[in-house]
Structures are given as structure tokens and as C-alpha cells.
């Protein structure tokens, strides 16, 4: 009787990205889910990968049982617009983090959403009805999430082209959307500035280092994903809606303190730390057993790449303070987490003197770019999206007791 040799535990990034039929770049981003675990390898600078883990994902991996006609059958969503990788997001299979260095939020927009002509003419703007305006005028002390929502919820019926179907009249249609929701966020007109200049006139006024600093946050939050919102994107995006109406269902996702809402929640945290010595504070609140908000990201065990890159240009402007390195030194030391992107967008706005709450502000407008990807990308499938449950409850049969 032979013996089948056995199969060996560990397996190359090679062979792994082999047996998965993925990029090196998908498995990297697998490995910071913790789907993949991974090890350094032995006399190498390279890391190996545990083979049953490997398989075990590629069982998961198979092709659902279709469904009707139209649907998808599972929430899997394969997708040209992004991918995680060690050292952060990457666009179209461009780095996220060197882009963020040189471009603006309209530059990684149209790479994003796969444009070859610029969405982002002069005269594309929004159009804003009396009715729109009207909102603006009475959600002025809104917080800002909430003033876009209302009024990119009424931007359909203003805008005569927001159901075109052709190609280049929805990626003209992504530009609009996106320069709206800058606008609404910001509580002015719609303008073709450069958004970053935008918020930063509206934001910081006079301050020499907002610009380039917003610029580069704004970048590296266009997208990151399939996440909980951009998920939600596409799922209202496939039923037909317009692209104002998908980017409604991305900005309240974005409200939970789960996803975009966790930057004001460390916004208040920093605020409590800055107010007394930094390392008793620390120790007391781990003491105490209390969340530090902005830290640890279950996709970047190592730390966020976003965040890290975004505190260094802080640091390198003179901003921030200790909030850039000691306090994230001490929170490693206490908790071993470091921070992520909305620790870092809490330390910019702190530092640009502004109050809690316009981090998601500045996530919402960044991410719109991501989600109007999601969108266009999701409306060029044509299917409707419609998982299946399974279901737990009771067996049929059952009578309703009196």
C-alpha cells in the first residue's frame, strides 16, 4: 500500500499566489486580514506561507451555486479599482502612498475610476437648484455628512444628465458628483478649483502648510477597498440609481463609529491626552481598560502605511507636536497597537486648529472618488447584487401559538 508523501506546511509567496491564482499584491493583502498567516523565513529576508491556510481560503474562494438570473449569488466582488498590499492601498496598480506625494484628489479620481479623458473640465460643474440651495442655506450649522447627504439627495432630479448611460457621460457625471460633494461639505458653491485648495481655503486660511498637507490625506483616503461603504455603494449602485444617490448610501456607511466616525472619537481622545502629562495619561487609560480610538487596523498588523506617512509629513512641517511620535510611541509601548488613518486625521485637524468632527468631513470627500469608482465600475457589470442567507431559524411547519 503506497503512502501519499505529504503535502509541505509552508508554502512561497510564489506558490501561494500560484495556488490562489492572485497577484503577490492580493496576497499581501490577505496576509493583513490574518486570512494568510505568514513567517519570516529561516536565513532569508523573504517569508513563507502556511499552506493550509492557503488551501483552506481556495475552498472558500470556489465558485458559489448562481442564482437567478441577474443576481450575483455571493457577496464576492471582483474589481479592477484597488487592492491592499504591506505598504497600503494601491490604485489601479499604483501605489497609494508615492501618488499621495505628488498628486491631487481629481488626479487619483481619474485613475481610479479608469478615465482617459479629464472628468474634471472647468465648465463640468454641478448644477444646483433653487430647492438645493435652499437646503444649504438651512443646514448651515449642520454637521457637514449630514448637510451632503440632503443635498446630493435632491441633485438627481436637478442634474438632466445624472441617468446618462454612456461611458464618458457617467465619468463626466463622477466629476460632478464629486466636486458637489465638496461643496455641500464645505458649505459653498461648487467650483473647479482644486478641491484641496478648496477645503483648504475654507478650512485654514493662511496657513502655509494646509494645502500640501490635505492634498496628500485626501489622496490616501480615496480608496481603500471593498470596505463596509463601498460595499454599500455598489449594492445601491446596482440597482439602477444614479451616481448621487450611491455616494448617499456611501456617506451614511461612512457615519458609523465603526468606519469614518472612529477619527472624531479619537479626536476627543487626543484632546483628553493633551491635556495633562502625555505618559501618565497614557498609563491611566490603559489602566482604566479604555479604547485608544485611531489605533490598530485588523488589515495592517504592522501598523497603517497611511498613517505612518501621513504623521511624517506633519512631523516634517513642524505640526502635530508630540501626537506625531511620542504618543504613538507610548501607545505601542503600553498596548503594542499603532496608530491608523484616523489617529492621523485627528492630529491634522488638531493641528491645522480646527474642531473635532471635520475628520470624516475629510474623509467623506476623499472617499467619494473611491465610491464613484465602486459605482461606475458596478454599473458597467449590469447585475444586481443579491446575497443569500443562511438561514438559522426555526424549521417551516411551525403554527403561530395563541
Not at 510564489?14 to 503577490?24: D, F, G, M, N, Y
Not at 517569508?47 to 455571493?74: H, I, N
Request: charged share 20%; net charge positive; glycine share 8%.
Amino acid at each position: 500500500m503506497s503512502v501519499k508523501p505529504a503535502e509541505p506546511p509552508y508554502l512561497t509567496a510564489r506558490q501561494a499566489a500560484s495556488e490562489l491564482a492572485i497577484t503577490p499584491a492580493s496576497l499581501y493583502a490577505y496576509v493583513s486580514r490574518g486570512l494568510i498567516r505568514s513567517e519570516a523565513q529561516p536565513g532569508s529576508r523573504n517569508r513563507r506561507y502556511r499552506a493550509d491556510d492557503v488551501r483552506a481560503l481556495k475552498r472558500q474562494r470556489a465558485p458559489a451555486t448562481p442564482g437567478k438570473a441577474g443576481e450575483t449569488a455571493a457577496p464576492v466582488v471582483e474589481s479592477a479599482i484597488s487592492t491592499l498590499a504591506e505598504d497600503g492601498p494601491v490604485y489601479r496598480g499604483v501605489r497609494a502612498l508615492p501618488l499621495a506625494g505628488v498628486a491631487s484628489l481629481e488626479q487619483a479620481a481619474t485613475l481610479l475610476w479608469g478615465a482617459e479623458s479629464d472628468p474634471f473640465a472647468a465648465d463640468n460643474l454641478p448644477p444646483v437648484s433653487p430647492t438645493m440651495q435652499a437646503v444649504l442655506a438651512a443646514t448651515r450649522e449642520a454637521p457637514p455628512v449630514a448637510r451632503a447627504v440632503a443635498v446630493l439627495a435632491l441633485a438627481s432630479e436637478a442634474d438632466p444628465r445624472a441617468f446618462h448611460r454612456s461611458a464618458e457621460g457617467r465619468l463626466l457625471l463622477g466629476g460632478r458628483v464629486l466636486r458637489l460633494v465638496a461643496a455641500a461639505i464645505l458649505g459653498i458653491a461648487p467650483a473647479a478649483l482644486p478641491l484641496h485648495r478648496q477645503v483648504a481655503a475654507a478650512w485654514a486660511p493662511g496657513n502655509p502648510a494646509a494645502e500640501a498637507l490635505l492634498r496628500r490625506a485626501l489622496v490616501l483616503l480615496a480608496d481603500h477597498e471593498l470596505n463596509a461603504s463601498a460595499y454599500t455603494v455598489r449594492c445601491a449602485a446596482s440597482t439602477g440609481l444614479t451616481l448621487y444617490d450611491a455616494v448617499v448610501a456611501g456617506l451614511v456607511a461612512l457615519k458609523g463609529p465603526a468606519h469614518g466616525g472612529a477619527g472624531p472619537l479619537a479626536a476627543h481622545m487626543l484632546a483628553g491626552l493633551a491635556a495633562g502629562d502625555l505618559a501618565a495619561r497614557v498609563r491611566e487609560r490603559v489602566a482604566l481598560g479604555e479604547a485608544f480610538h485611531g489605533f490598530g487596523h485588523p488589515l495592517y498588523p504592522q501598523g497603517d502605511p497611511r498613517a505612518a506617512d501621513l504623521l511624517a509629513a506633519l512631523a516634517a512641517k513642524g505640526l502635530g507636536g508630540e501626537m506625531t511620535r511620542r504618543l504613538p510611541a507610548l501607545v505601542a509601548e503600553a498596548t503594542g497597537l499603532r496608530p491608523n488613518i484616523d489617529f492621523a486625521l485627528a492630529v491634522l485637524v488638531r493641528a491645522l486648529g480646527l474642531p473635532a468632527g471635520h475628520e470624516i468631513a475629510l474623509f467623506a470627500i476623499a472617499r467619494s472618488a473611491g465610491w464613484i469608482a465602486h459605482a461606475l465600475e458596478q454599473l458597467a457589470d449590469g447585475r444586481l447584487i443579491r446575497p443569500r442567507a443562511r438561514y438559522t431559524g426555526p424549521p417551516p411547519g411551525r403554527s403561530m401559538s395563541r
